[in-house]
């Protein structure tokens, strides 16, 4: 993108962690954003924290990835306010861990349900506003999305299929003028999964690390489209 100034970003989890540190950085580059969280309380919040920056505007929703008239209503809204739509981030998620034998129905379907078929959910719904911007939609998959671990079968499960449907999704909207590509991360200092982000994190990514890389992604030459990425810290502790 040419000029970030007054373009339109929607970001799906926004509320804290990752999505709040993208929200963060596109703001500084004087975008308006939108962003999501199942709890209206926690998006009005982060909102009003984020409009401190004193750059571009925000609009604090509530939306549930796993409902796709939620994410058309939250878009809908966010192209109403603003005429426009050419950032997507589709970065909503949650992790339900343990061996196959006790994970439940339950953690499996919302596990799926919020990770995999939101993304699709947030895409599906994006694609017109993003058609007539020649706009970028980026997923926050994870190094999970390649690397299996015991103990992951939902969250492996989820984010082999956003990496994977991330990817055949590219091929097919490149011909409509719009990238897509996947952000990949390994551990980072995070609310995931019922974290507190402390000191002891200090050697992991932090949230204002993918906000950075997803500017980097917006200033590449349109020509040009890093359609995976992995990231990981760079000196984890040693076993």
Excluded: C
């Amino acid at each position: 993108m040419e000029s970030f100034k007054s373009k339109v970003a929607f970001i799906t989890g926004g509320s804290k962690g990752i999505g709040y540190g993208v929200a963060e950085a596109l703001l500084k580059l004087n975008m308006n954003v939108a962003i999501t969280s199942r709890s209206k309380e926690s998006a009005d919040k982060a909102a009003n924290e984020l409009s401190k920056l004193g750059n571009g505007n925000v609009l604090g929703l509530e939306a549930d990835v796993r409902d796709y008239k939620s994410q058309q209503q939250a878009i809908n809204k966010t192209i109403e306010k603003w005429g426009q739509l050419d950032v997507l981030v589709a970065n909503a998620g949650i992790g339900h861990f343990g061996n196959i034998a006790e994970l439940s129905v339950e953690d499996w379907k919302e596990t799926i349900d919020t990770n995999l078929s939101g993304v699709f959910y947030s895409l599906k719904a994006a694609i017109d506003g993003l058609k007539k911007s020649k706009g970028y939609a980026i997923t926050i998959s994870s190094l999970a999305g390649t690397n299996f671990f015991e103990g992951g079968t939902a969250y492996n499960a989820s984010k082999f299929g956003v990496t994977g449907l991330t990817q055949a999704a590219m091929l097919d909207l490149r011909g409509h003028g719009i990238n897509v590509s996947t952000i990949m991360p390994g551990s980072v200092a995070t609310h995931f999964n019922d974290h507190t982000p402390n000191k002891e994190d200090a050697w992991k990514i932090q949230k204002e690390d993918i906000g950075e890389l997803v500017v980097d992604l917006l200033k590449m030459n349109p020509r040009t489209l890093p359609s995976k990425i992995e990231v990981r810290p760079s000196q984890p502790p040693t076993k």
